[in-house]
């Protein structure tokens, strides 16, 4: 019997498209890499067979409006290409390449390995300040060999991947070019180089299922060699502001982020706040904020530390009473909700900040105050 369109459109031997849970605030465009295509990978990873057909980007045309149709959007034709890449020991890649992110946390690309692993890798846009912040120090976010200065004009982005448990491992700054960036291949278990290859290739290359256990990625936990030396440079610094560079220094030169060094610009912040040096403040909680967001995620407890920062700075900023427990009713509602899930294997899963309420921050604002 023939299948009616909806089915076609929506169906691929007979098994629809997974449901994803639409994320508040969220578009298509943050859905259909970030959400959208892990589910896919983990729950009907022989979909991505499609891409490998002349079909492929009418195969992705319709995965975006099946996105569209779960958040109630207007169907939307979406830009962007799919190709396909493989290694010469037998590993196949595809990349979906995205409308171009006009805002952070939107992507540039989808990278998919099918095997001999399966895990999906997000290049994320950067935000300017950040690359502005990186390019000086001339360090690579993806190993600890410094990065060329030049081009200066080469884009990076957020190296990202989704995990099937719903995790999220960050691994910096990484430059985008055409194909599978070096950096991801130095994160897999998969020797490159990668090179673009046919679909026809491709199926040839994959088993005739990919329900093999997705792979999971460990944490590298830091040396103790390394955080010595790292605490060294901190404990050397004898101002907040030399503290705040020291810090900083040792989160690039260490190519990620640690609980174990970023915690301590909470010492910082603690002192710049009892000066009220709010604006030196407020521009070291963002700079916290971004390291963390984009090195270690939002369920990492330093992320909801440093976010707890930003809320009292933003209190202390602000004279009127009533417009105080607005801000920190509504920074707390936003914390809970954005950075949900605090991973308790992280160091600082149970520092107080990670979970002070409003009337808590609003108290201790008055004991400050008084």
């Excluded at 992110?101 to 950067?126: G, N, Q, S, T, W």
């Excluded at 904020?289 to 909801?304: I, K």
Aim: hydrophobic letters at 40%; a negative charge.
């Amino acid at each position: 019997m023939k299948k009616g369109w909806l089915t076609r459109l929506f169906a691929w031997d007979g098994e629809q498209l997974p449901d994803v849970a639409w994320r508040v605030g969220k578009t298509d465009q943050y859905m259909m890499p970030h959400v959208f295509l892990p589910t896919l990978l983990w729950e009907q990873p022989d979909r991505y067979r499609e891409l490998l057909g002349p079909d492929a980007m009418n195969v992705v045309h319709q995965w975006w409006q099946h996105v569209q149709r779960i958040g109630g959007m207007p169907s939307t034709q979406r830009q962007g290409s799919v190709s396909v890449y493989g290694t010469d020991v037998g590993s196949v890649a595809v990349r979906i390449d995205m409308p171009e992110p006009h805002d952070v946390p939107l992507a540039h690309a989808a990278i998919v390995i099918l095997h001999p692993e399966r895990r999906c890798f997000v290049l994320e846009k950067a935000t300017a300040a950040h690359v502005r912040r990186v390019r000086p120090a001339q360090w690579s976010w993806i190993s600890s060999e410094p990065c060329a200065p030049e081009p200066v004009d080469v884009p990076l982005a957020y190296l990202a991947e989704w995990c099937s448990d719903g995790d999220r491992f960050n691994y910096g700054l990484i430059e985008i070019h055409a194909g599978i960036p070096t950096g991801i291949a130095e994160k897999t278990t998969v020797c490159g180089p990668w090179h673009e290859i046919s679909g026809a290739d491709a199926i040839a290359l994959l088993p005739s299922t990919l329900r093999d256990t997705p792979l999971r990625p460990a944490p590298v936990p830091i040396p103790t060699s390394v955080l010595a030396e790292a605490a060294t440079l901190i404990d050397a610094a004898t101002t907040a502001k030399q503290r705040e560079l020291a810090i900083i220094e040792a989160i690039e030169r260490y190519g990620t982020m640690y609980s174990e060094i970023s915690i301590r610009i909470a010492d910082v912040m603690r002192e710049l706040v009892a000066r009220h040096e709010l604006d030196e403040a407020a521009r070291i909680v963002q700079t916290w904020l971004s390291f963390c967001h984009a090195h270690r995620g939002n369920r990492a407890p330093e992320t909801r530390i440093a976010f707890t920062w930003d809320a009292r700075v933003r209190l202390r900023r602000e004279d009127d009473a009533q417009e105080r427990a607005t801000i920190a009713r509504q920074r707390v509602v936003f914390r809970d909700q954005m950075f949900a899930g605090v991973r308790a294997d992280m160091v600082g899963a149970d520092h107080p900040d990670v979970s002070i309420s409003a009337d808590e921050l609003l108290r201790e604002l008055e004991r400050h105050s008084s």
